[in-house]
């Protein structure tokens, strides 16, 4: 079945990176962007990044311009957010989640994975 | 940005009610909102795109109307599985953004 699972999650302190992982599975990950969306502890949902089907296009939020990074290795059908310079304001549970495209829609997210929690405290 | 917003922010309801749920765009967005519901502990499951599309799966209970800047999501007669949190989002402009969700609660 269709499935996206995130890894790489845990507990770090202040100003120190961590890379989270989204392994996708029954779909031809290749053909998809993919985003990364966060949801601190009991609050709302935030988008953070997006990456084009290829690779060949990244656009993030602004609070984490220039500290994330998204990339894709479709070979490894599998999505990665590397995080630099981590702030508590970064503690959240990420999800990886595919794009919806032209079979729903550009930017609505049809499938998601189940999170992954970052904390990031001295 | 866009900044989506939703009322009520809790809504108590008895099962088999119909429920109402109300997203406002700062600045229209066409028809470009989805629906979303999470449940404690799950990630988000799209319900509605393009304002009033139902996803894949999703039970004809749940309506989905609106566009510019005022949608409306419906629930016709809400089921135990219902009782949840909704979220609203707009895909027009870039960034994306969510609204602060509505909680559905029992009455």
């Known amino acids: 079945q269709v499935q996206l699972v995130e890894s790489g999650g845990g507990v770090v302190q202040p100003g120190r990176s961590l890379r989270l992982s989204c392994a996708a599975s029954?779909?031809?990950?290749?053909?998809?962007?993919m985003h990364w969306v966060r949801q601190a502890p009991g609050k709302g949902l935030e988008w953070v990044a997006v990456?084009?089907?290829?690779?060949?296009?990244?656009y993030y939020a602004d609070s984490v311009k220039g500290r994330f990074t998204i990339s894709r290795d479709n070979s490894k059908n599998t999505l990665y957010l590397q995080m630099n310079s981590l702030r508590a304001e970064d503690t959240a549970v990420y999800y990886c989640?595919?794009?919806?495209?032209?079979?729903?829609?550009?930017?609505?997210?049809?499938?998601w994975g189940q999170g992954t929690m970052v904390t990031v405290s001295s | 940005e866009i900044v989506m917003t939703q009322s009520p922010a809790t809504l108590s309801v008895s099962p088999g009610e119909r429920a109402t749920l109300s997203c406002r765009a700062s600045?229209?967005?066409?028809?470009?909102l989805a629906w979303y519901q999470q449940k404690p502990g799950q990630a988000p499951r799209l319900l509605i795109y393009g304002a009033s599309t139902r996803a894949t799966g999703i039970p004809a209970r749940f309506s989905g109307s609106g566009s510019g800047t005022e949608f409306t999501l419906t629930i016709s007669s809400l089921q135990s599985e219902d009782f949840a949190v909704y979220y609203c989002?707009?895909?027009?402009?870039?960034?994306?953004?969510f609204g602060g969700g509505t909680k559905v609660e029992i009455k």
């Open positions: 600045q229209s967005v066409s028809s470009n």
């Open positions: 029954g779909f031809t990950f290749s053909s998809y962007g």
């Open positions: 989640a595919r794009d919806g495209g032209e079979a729903v829609d550009p930017d609505a997210f049809d499938i």
């Open positions: 989002q707009q895909y027009n402009n870039w960034p994306t953004t």
């Open positions: 990456i084009w089907y290829d690779g060949s296009n990244k």
